[in-house]
């Protein structure tokens, strides 16, 4: 082959030349793969550079993002950091606030377990006026109202403490508004809220408590509330009436004693006197009374907002509010007081004698007190449901529609006599309550006796024909009974609680023994002297409050007599004495020593103003007791000793004294023959029955000495004191039959016979031109001998009252003896002829006269059958009879005492239910339990109320309880006779 010949040259050239060949591509091919490499180097270098770049990239990011996470960890850390720390600030900050809400609530605490059950409200804040808007809703007895009170804060605190009870307190409402002084840079008062909002039922008050000390100075304290228009008669309530045949509400307020609180938030205490302004929203048709006249009235459609002058300065009991569908009669004083009197429809001519008697009351006080009276206005208005006989509020006074009506036709003298008390009574406090207003109700006395004691000098001066100042015995001797007992208190009797105050005062005590020793000190100082020293006192403290201690300080100045020591006797402490007297060597002899009904020892020691007359009145003697006994020479009364041994002797005449006397035998039996022989006044002659029958009762004389005196009243005629006489048989023929059943009939005929003269004088029709007091005593001595059974009188009563029957307008049942003829026809009935029982519920339920009804509630129960006695009570419970007049038919027969005890064990829960909230539900327990007269029912009538947890019922108890064991120790007495 020819590559294989061996050409040297050829083989050199070539050889070299295709080694060069090879050489170069070699070279080409080594070029080429260098640059491929270097190519690729530098493509790694570059992708290295890329790579480095990235990584550096990467690397920066990572640093970027480890930086960012390291500040961002940083900073959550700081953040953390700051949230621990803010959360422990917080969390310090929450258990400071904790430890300082813990505080506070228990300072809160401890300073509301102080507040509670304190007598007075504190005196940080004193109330200046109201501003208060009431929203009453007749058709579903609720109203609304809101109260803007203008306050002193008077001293550092951050409490406000004021009254309210049985209201609805809207809590988001409340708010002080500080007042800031005109010089303050500020433009805007300050508003603070309360922290804590408390209602503390059992005390009755409302207690804001602020989270800083209120501002020292003048504020408004703001408060919206709800309530209830109640059925008990008290706060803010509703009474019932009838108009064309179809029952209505009115809305009415009786605030005395602590009641205001029940209407809207205030301080309800006496002393804190303010002025009040009232706007009404109510229904366009009614009258909306209160006690300013309206100053303005916008109508909008069936409503009307009805706005009041403001009141002047007074106490929160005395504002009063009535809203119902009335008529009026008006007239006016001599300086141009409008005076007008509010009655139901169709009734106005019944209140024509109340608004003549109101005008000629306002004009005597005005001249008796030497100060005008206050308002522009005067409305009276009568009330169908009303627990107190009347009440004083100022400028519009609210009265019981029995106290405060009169038909000519229809109503009594008694009924007459009445409403002139009552009018007397309520107006006479425009001065002495409301002008000048006891300072606590400690001091209630000082207002209630007062204006009882002037009643009676008003309505002696206006009608002297009446006898008033000898009627006024009857009052003088309720006090005397009551204050007899171990369980009465001292006429001031210190008050602890708001509670209380129904329970000790508004009693005997405090109104009649009151008033009786209020009669004692004028009697003592003199007429001018006293009514002197009075106007100086009403001046002095017009618009303001005093204590019993100013009176008695102005009496003491205008008299320069020891008031304050002779009375403090008599206010401060219980009871009453008993001046025992006697003849000793042509001396009388005085020892006084405490008087208890139950013929034990009392310890009291009083300054006692003695006056005795001596055969005559011509003769007589004053001074005062101050020490246990005393003497005085009856020659220092009697020159002539001839005189001496026959004269008579009479301690306490005209029982101007509130104090009892106990006569010797031979004293005694002289006053007796006395009376016999009418040497002595009517009212001397009272008290000697008086204080025998007293005497009697405390065993210390005998039954026999007491009706022998009794028999020397034979034919007596004056009123008061034959009034008093059938009072004390009634006690005495339950004693009687209590001691010996046998005894009974002759105590009975004794009665019939000691009354039967004087009940033929009088007669059973009224003589042309006889004395008021005889149409009054008619009625009772009928009565008396219709109770006692004289057949006469049982038949003639019954005779008469079916005449009536047949025509109510008929002559021959004339009111002043209906209630004589409704006793007499329910004496006659029982279970097995109703018919009498039956015709006077049937005259109950067609009459409309308030007076009407009440004699023949007080009438029903007199039957002897226990069967109808139950019925009767069952009665007093049922729809058809007034809350308040039910107490009125309590007074059962002797034969149905067993019947009523047992009637009210039954029924106590509802009466208590009922009744409990007032002062009637003491004359349930008084008038049923305190008639008996054996220990063993005392026993009984302890067990059964002893889980009784109503306070206010546990004095009368206790009194009532008492009672029962005097009656029972004179049983003994009698039974040992």
């Known amino acids: ?212 000390t209120l501002p020292i100075g003048i504020g408004l304290l703001a408060i919206s509330f709800k309530g209830t228009l109640n059925d008990k008669m008290k706060g803010f309530y509703t009474s019932t009436y009838e108009h064309n045949g179809e029952k209505k509400n009115m809305a009415v307020t009786q605030f005395e004693p602590a009641n205001a609180r029940r209407c809207f938030p205030c301080w309800d205490e006496p002393a804190c006197k303010a002025m009040f302004k009232l706007t009404l929203d109510v229904p366009s048709q009614l009258v909306a009374l209160s006690n300013m006249p309206i100053i303005e009235e916008k109508v909008d459609g069936d409503l009307k907002t009805v706005s009041y002058q403001e009141s002047p300065i007074m106490s929160t009991y005395l504002v009063a509010i009535v809203v119902g569908l009335f008529d009026y009669v008006e007239n006016f004083t001599s300086d141009g007081v409008k005076v007008r009197l509010y009655c139901q429809v169709g009734k106005v001519n019944e209140g024509k004698f109340a608004l003549d008697v109101s005008v000629r009351t306002l004009e005597f006080y005005k001249e008796y007190f030497a100060v005008p009276y206050f308002l522009p206005k005067l409305d009276m208005v009568a009330i169908p449901d009303f627990a107190f006989g009347a009440m004083e509020n100022y400028g519009l006074v609210t009265c019981c529609e029995t106290a405060l009506l009169f038909d000519n036709q229809h109503s009594a003298a008694a009924n007459e006599q009445r409403l002139a008390i009552v009018v007397a009574h309520q107006l006479s406090h425009q001065w002495f309550g409301n002008l000048v207003t006891m300072e606590w109700w400690n001091h209630l006395w000082l207002k209630e006796g007062f204006t009882i004691w002037v009643s009676y000098l008003v309505v002696n001066q206006l009608f002297p024909e009446w006898e008033m100042w000898t009627q006024f015995l009857n009052d ?191 004293l005694a039996a002289k006053l007796r023959y006395a009376i016999e022989n009418k040497y002595l006044s009517t009212a001397d002659r009272f008290g000697i029955l008086d204080d025998s029958f007293a005497l009697c009762m405390a065993r210390q004389q005998s039954l026999n000495s007491l009706l022998t005196l009794m028999s020397a009243y034979s034919g007596e005629l004056k009123y008061t004191v034959l009034s008093n006489l059938i009072n004390i048989s009634y006690k005495v023929e339950r004693i009687a039959a209590d001691a010996n059943p046998e005894l009974l009939e002759f105590v009975k005929q004794f009665f019939i016979s000691l009354f039967l003269r004087s009940a033929m004088k009088l007669g059973w029709e009224p003589k042309k031109g006889e004395s008021h007091l005889d149409a009054m005593l008619r009625g009772e001595v009928w009565t008396v001998l219709a109770v006692f059974g004289y057949d006469p009188a049982l038949k003639e009563g019954s005779r008469r009252f079916h005449a009536f029957l047949d025509d109510r307008n008929t002559p021959l049942l004339y009111p002043d003896i209906r209630k004589a003829a409704y006793v007499a026809v329910m004496r006659r009935v029982n279970t097995s002829n109703k018919v009498g029982f039956e015709s006077l519920l049937r005259v109950y339920r067609e009459t409309d006269l308030s007076q009407e009804k009440t004699r023949i509630l007080s009438s029903l129960t007199s039957s002897p059958d226990p069967g109808i006695i139950l019925e009767a009570l069952n009665f007093l419970l049922s729809s058809e009879v007034c809350t308040q007049d039910a107490v009125l038919g309590l007074a059962v027969s002797r034969e149905g005492r067993e019947t009523a005890w047992t009637w009210l064990m039954d029924n106590w829960e509802h009466i ?66």
Request: proline share 2%; glycine share 4%.
């Open 1 to 212: 082959m020819w590559y294989l010949i061996p050409v040297a040259g050829i083989v050199g050239v070539a050889t070299y030349a295709i080694i060069q060949l090879f050489s170069d591509k070699n070279k080409e091919k080594e070029e080429a793969e260098r640059k491929k490499k270097e190519a690729e180097r530098k493509k790694k270098e570059e992708e290295e550079a890329e790579r480095k770049k990235k990584e550096a990239e990467r690397k920066k990011k990572e640093e970027e993002a480890e930086r960012k996470k390291n500040e961002e960890e940083a900073e959550r850390k700081k953040e953390e950091a700051e949230r621990k720390k803010k959360e422990e600030e917080e969390e310090a900050e929450r258990k400071k606030k904790e430890e300082d809400e813990k505080e506070r609530f228990e300072s809160h605490k401890k300073r509301m377990e102080q507040l509670k059950g304190q007598p007075r409200l504190p005196k940080f804040a004193e109330p200046k006026r109201y501003d208060i808007c009431l929203k009453p809703d007749l058709s579903t007895c609720k109203f609304a109202g809101s109260v803007a009170i203008e306050l002193n804060i008077a001293a550092d605190t951050c409490f406000i403490v004021l009254n309210a009870a049985e209201l609805s307190i809207d809590t988001a409402s409340i708010s002080f508004t500080h007042h800031l002084a005109a010089t303050d840079a500020s433009n805007s008062n300050q508003v603070l809220k309360p922290l804590y909002v408390d209602v503390v039922e059992e005390d009755e008050i409302l207690v804001l408590d602020f989270s800083d």
């Open 476 to 666: 003088c001797t309720e006090g005397l009974r009551l204050d007899g007992l171990a369980e009465s208190h001292p006429i001031e009797v210190e008050i602890n609680h708001a509670r209380e105050i129904e329970e000790f005062l508004f009693d005997t005590i405090s109104n009649k023994k009151g008033a009786s020793v209020i009669r004692m000190l004028q009697s003592y100082l003199g007429a001018e002297c006293f009514q002197r020293s009075l106007a100086s006192y009403i001046k002095k403290f017009a618009c303001s409050n005093a204590k019993t201690e100013d009176l008695w300080a102005a009496l003491e100045e205008g008299s320069s007599e020891p008031v304050n020591k002779l009375m403090n006797s008599w206010t401060k402490q219980k009871g009453f004495p008993v001046v025992s007297v006697r003849v000793k060597d042509q001396k009388l002899v005085f020892e006084q020593s405490q008087f208890l009904a139950s013929g034990s020892l009392g310890e009291g020691q009083w300054v006692v103003p003695i006056t005795l007359c001596c055969g005559s009145y011509d003769v007589h003697k004053n001074f005062l007791l101050q020490t246990k006994s005393d003497t005085l020479d009856m020659k220092e009364l009697l020159s002539d000793e001839s005189n001496l041994a026959s004269a008579w002797v009479k301690l306490n005449f005209n029982q101007t004294g509130f104090y009892r006397v106990n006569y010797d035998e031979d």
């Open 912 to 977: 208590s239910k009922t009744w409990g909230s007032g002062y009637l539900i003491t004359r349930f327990v008084n008038s049923i339990v305190s008639p008996f007269a054996s220990f063993e029912k005392a026993n009984e009538i302890e067990e059964f109320f002893a889980n009784c947890t109503e306070t206010k019922i546990t004095r009368i108890l206790k009194q009532s309880i008492e009672q029962v064991h005097i009656n029972a120790n004179w049983v003994q007495s009698v039974q040992n006779e």
